[in-house]
């Protein structure tokens, strides 16, 4: 059975860092597509990094510069180093997997089976 655990998150100030981990067990053998999505009160959720089964990432527009997605080797730990915290970055931060290769919408949460519990980031002005 797979599972996903999140850590990391925090409250910080703006222009402030957290580093997300997301720790993955029960993966077999072969490729997983691994993501962040956020959501934030009253919003949908949002697809923020997603760490392709080759190389290279997909990183949404209004994070892209500030925020960074990585992998281990072994590729069960995925990572998301944030910087420049921004108040509207405040969300609970998911992370999620699929198996094989990364589909077309990497993005959309519809792409992934499997889902943490979600850790808290608060980004304060």
């Known amino acids: 059975q797979v599972r996903l655990v999140e850590s990391g998150g925090g409250s910080v100030q703006t222009g402030g860092s957290l580093r997300l981990s997301c720790l993955a067990s029960g993966f077999t053998s072969g490729r997983y597509c691994m993501a962040w999505f956020r959501q934030a009160p009253g919003k949908e959720r949002e697809g923020v990094a997603v760490r392709l089964t080759g190389p290279g990432a997909v990183v949404a527009d209004s994070v892209k510069g500030r925020f960074t997605i990585s992998r281990d080797n072994a590729g069960r730990t995925l990572y998301l180093q944030m910087d420049s915290l921004r108040p509207e970055d405040t969300a609970l931060y998911y992370c999620?997997?699929?198996?094989?290769?990364?589909?077309?919408?990497?993005?959309?949460?519809?792409?992934?089976?499997?889902w943490g519990q979600g850790t808290q980031v608060t980004v304060s002005s």
């Open positions: 999620a997997a699929q198996p094989g290769p990364c589909g077309l919408r990497p993005l959309s949460g519809q792409e992934y089976r499997y």
